[in-house]
């Protein structure tokens, strides 16, 4: 590869680890992410029904709230699939309902909270690594150059650089796009813990 | 005779349950579409096609048309009302974002989020008569009822810029918290109302004298503060109540204009950021750009009523004046 190709890669390499995403919020330096990070989602934001301060886990304890919670919180589940559930389990007297309610939407809330949480580990574990991936590419890069500009330099140390180079660059730019994939994941979550939480919540309008 | 009757009963009943019928206008910048919903049915009654990354969204003061900043084409499409399509263009510059007019509806003043420039068009003749020089990434618009000064808040420089409309130039600048986004008058020219995304508030400015003469602070109870981020604020035209959207909190605060107190947060959608009211004043729209939705709040219950599905990522919504 030639001299103005490794420009190239470490020109996408700064602009990668320089981007405004990188440089957004000093708080989460290995946050790789456009969408700004919101470490903790509460509860609150999603949900103006009774307080669910006092289930705690407590939602585990039953199966049949263990179990719908499991089915509708799972993104296989369609959402029109996971109404029809909630409103067919939430049902009774009032008191009934209510107690209902809080349990499925404090189980809903905790665990796709914690999925989230997961996935937003994940994403600064990888973008970690992509920073020392491209450490090591600016490393071996120059190294090269030196290589290069010897006049009795050993042509087949020189190929094997540039191979593991280019091997190096592909595994970055692999990593970089799935990164982009999975940046949106937080938010799809986000959007299913409120769509279920309004669903529970209406039944008991 | 009797069915004469009925029938126009019926008919003058039919006429008084359309009486309350507006269309509002959503854009959804990450569809490419802007969503027109009827206030009467509460639904989508078409789709209209637009350029890339639509945002601020407003009507022309004859009614006639439209307005859409389309960001990514560096332009602002004019949707014609009776037809419902694109019709026409102004010349933006680059990557507009919102956009406020003058009170004779003449000028329409646009701020360029990446060419740090506030444009002024004059509106008649589709033509650049202006741009003047603010902040970095400036957003938001707003001018004083009597048209006298211009708004501009610069999200970087977390500055609101007041600019002489006519003169062309910055006569002063008034320091906000971070990442100011939007910018509202009372209806009775008192008092400027800048949210600041990031600071977390909406400072209250005697526009007269240049200065922050209050912060008005958020709090959620159980919400950490992080989400809190104040964006869109609409004011009740009796300059009585004031709503003030808090994005990612997915809450709108309701505020006493005269105390500057919290009264009420209401849950709608999920990133809440631009508002219209109905003409009416009875309702207040709000588009909710994850939950891609509009919430229907009551106004004088201040309760929300009801939710709209909209196109993807919507971000504003216009409404007309009558």
């Known amino acids: ?205 | 005779m009797c069915l004469r009757f009925i029938l126009g009963i019926a008919l003058a009943l039919m006429l008084v349950g359309r009486a309350n019928a507006y269309h509002a206008y959503v854009s959804n910048e990450r569809s490419n579409t802007v969503s027109l919903i009827d206030t009467d049915a509460w639904k989508v009654v078409k789709t209209i096609k637009v350029g890339q990354r639509p945002r601020g969204i407003a009507y022309t003061k004859d009614q006639k048309y439209v307005l859409v900043a389309c960001g990514d084409d560096d332009t602002i499409q004019m949707i014609d009302t009776s037809s419902n399509t694109v019709a026409d263009t102004l010349p933006s510059g680059p990557d507009p974002e919102l956009f406020t007019a003058s009170p004779d509806g003449k000028f329409l003043y646009v701020a360029n989020e990446n060419d740090n420039t506030v444009t002024i068009i004059d509106i008649a003749r589709r033509a650049q008569v202006g741009a003047v020089q603010v902040g970095v990434e400036p957003e938001g618009m707003a001018v004083s009822p009597d048209g006298k000064i211009l708004i501009n808040t610069s999200e970087t420089t977390n500055m609101a810029h007041f600019i002489d409309p006519v003169k062309h130039e910055v006569v002063a600048s008034v320091l906000v918290d971070q990442r100011p986004r939007f910018a509202a008058f009372t209806p009775d020219g008192t008092e400027l109302w800048v949210s600041s995304e990031v600071g977390g508030t909406v400072s209250v400015i005697d526009p007269a004298r240049h200065v922050v003469k209050q912060k008005i602070e958020f709090a959620i109870a159980g919400m950490r503060p992080d989400p809190i981020q104040p964006v869109g604020i609409n004011i009740t035209s009796d300059d009585k109540l004031a709503f003030v959207a808090l994005g990612p909190a997915n809450h709108v605060a309701v505020v006493d204009v005269k105390t500057h107190k919290v009264l009420k947060y209401l849950l709608v959608g999920q990133r809440v950021w631009h508002m219209a009211f109905t003409p009416d004043g009875k309702y207040l729209l709000t588009a909710n750009g994850v939950s891609n939705d509009v919430s229907v709040i009551d106004v004088p219950a201040l309760k929300v009523v009801n939710t709209v599905q909209v196109g993807e990522l919507p971000w504003g919504v216009a409404m007309s004046d009558h």
């Open chain 1, 1 to 205: 590869m030639k001299r103005i190709g490794f420009f190239f890669i470490l020109f996408t390499i700064e602009s990668v680890l320089l981007s405004p995403a990188r440089a957004a919020d000093p708080r989460y330096p290995d946050w790789p992410c456009v969408q700004p990070k919101v470490p903790e989602l509460s509860a609150t934001s999603m949900w103006d029904g009774p307080s669910i301060a006092d289930v705690g886990a407590s939602w585990q304890d039953d199966p049949k709230v263990k179990d719908l919670v499991d089915l509708i919180a799972a993104r296989r589940t369609p959402l029109d699939a996971a109404k029809k559930a909630i409103s067919e389990f939430i049902t009774g007297t009032p008191a009934e309902k209510q107690k209902k309610a809080k349990e499925v939407f404090a189980g809903v809330f905790d665990t796709l909270s914690a999925q989230r949480s997961e996935v937003m580990d994940g994403l600064e574990r990888v973008a970690r690594k992509e920073m020392d991936l491209a450490g090591k590419i600016e490393f071996d890069v120059g190294n090269l150059h030196t290589l290069e500009d010897k006049t009795d330099a050993d042509q087949a140390k020189v190929k094997t650089l540039a191979s593991e180079i280019e091997w190096s660059t592909r595994i970055f730019e692999d990593r970089r796009k799935t990164i982009r994939y999975v940046c949106d994941v937080p938010t799809t979550i986000e959007q299913r813990i409120f769509a279920l939480a309004r669903a529970i919540q209406q039944t008991l309008n």
